[in-house]
């Protein structure tokens, strides 16, 4: 279906908005996603009645759980080559598109960076997309001191030509697309660990938290765009980015940070 052909964020009111969103978010209420410390800190020594549904549901999370760590776990091919000589010594920056980057629209937006073809159904569609601000110079300074991937869970068909027109200082090593995500529960979840890179080395900069469930100790937060021209996120970002770049190991840091936010 047409709806699901582009990207990933929804936008409500936009006539296609299915079309260029797909996240959908984690909801505990609905027997979202357990950690291990939901499964096996379990209090089991007070007196609590535990029905048959409830240990089904603790059971077939468990086995999923235990499935996910296997897909995790399980060799394969890498979805990157081996680091380039120029790139030698340099950690990996992965960027998200929609909404981290760019804005993207099925509606006319007069201020609008560049309009991209997509072809859906036999249809050709006009795709409106606006720049984050601050996005040139964040990818220029970003691309003098990590190897920078863009990771998508677009389709390359959308994807390619926006990045054509986007990655003006020719930043952007490699791009990765929807195929490359593992899909749980209908969200494009980005595997790092398949990127055949050290996930020490690996930092990931993604509106969507579902995208980067398997390592949220590589994850940078950055609040969804739409249309905020006083935005300043990317740009805030970057001195921190290029003191991160030092680092051993970036999880330790990233995961000290998550942990005490103030």
């Given amino acids: 279906m047409a709806e699901t052909v582009v990207t990933q964020v929804r936008e409500q009111g936009d006539t296609f908005a299915n079309i260029i969103t797909q996240v959908t978010p984690i909801d505990p209420d609905q027997g979202g996603f357990l950690s291990h410390k939901d499964v096996d800190q379990e209090p089991i020594s007070s007196p609590i009645v535990i029905s048959t549904e409830d240990v089904l549901l603790v059971s077939e ?22 680091l380039a000589p120029k790139d030698a010594g340099k950690k990996c920056l992965v960027l998200d598109l929609d909404e981290t980057l760019v804005h993207s629209s099925f509606k006319p937006v007069a201020e609008a960076d560049f309009i991209i073809p997509v072809e859906i159904e036999g249809q050709t569609h006009s795709v409106y997309v606006v720049k984050r601000p601050g996005v040139d110079e964040f990818m220029k300074r970003v691309g003098e001191c990590y190897e920078v991937v863009v990771f998508t869970a677009s389709l390359a068909k959308y994807a390619d030509p ?81 003191d991160l770049k030092d680092a051993d190991n970036v999880t330790l840091i990233l995961d000290s940070i998550s942990s005490n936010p103030n």
């Fill in 61 to 82: 999370q468990r086995n999923e759980l235990l499935a996910l760590q296997s897909a995790l776990e399980t060799p394969g091919k890498d979805l990157l080559p081996p």
């Fill in 162 to 242: 926006v990045l054509d027109k986007l990655d003006i200082h020719e930043v952007v090593t490699h791009r990765l697309f929807r195929e490359a995500c593992y899909n749980h529960r209908g969200n494009y979840v980005k595997n790092l660990s398949q990127l055949g890179r050290d996930l020490r080395q690996v930092v990931i900069i993604d509106n969507s938290p579902a995208s980067y469930i398997f390592h949220p100790t590589n994850a940078v937060p950055i609040t969804s765009w739409f249309d905020d021209p006083h935005d300043t996120e990317l740009i805030d970002l970057v001195p921190f980015l290029e």
